[in-house]
């Protein structure tokens, strides 16, 4: 059974930092390419961070410069720390997993105060 659970969402002002983790299980998470997805109300998933099984990177382009996505494989654990939040990226984050099929977690609540 896949679980992704992601922990680490909460309430901070802006400018302010949170550090999201996921943890995984009942995956292949060494040769998972990992990523965070958030949404907010009333909007679409959006596309947030992706790093490869390889460790390679990407962002969208309205978080790029100020977080950043590692993961530990020992631990089969995803993290995006994030810095320098704002209103905007009040959302529920969403950790994901693709090794041929694509899983997805419950999501985190962050709520970035002005």
């Known amino acids: 059974q896949v679980q992704l659970v992601e922990s680490g969402g909460g309430l901070v002002q802006a400018g302010g930092s949170l550090r999201l983790s996921c943890a995984a299980s009942g995956i292949i998470f060494s040769l998972s390419n990992m990523g965070w997805y958030r949404q907010a109300p009333g909007k679409q998933r959006e596309f947030v961070a992706r790093?490869?099984?390889?460790?390679?990177?990407n962002y969208g382009d309205s978080v790029k410069g100020r977080f950043t996505i590692s993961r530990d494989n020992a631990k089969k654990t995803v993290y995006l720390q994030m810095n320098s939040l704002k209103p905007e990226d009040t959302a529920v984050y969403y950790c994901s997993s693709v090794f041929g099929s694509q899983y997805w977690g419950q999501g985190t609540q962050v709520t970035v105060s002005s």
């Open positions: 790093i490869t099984r390889g460790g390679s990177t």
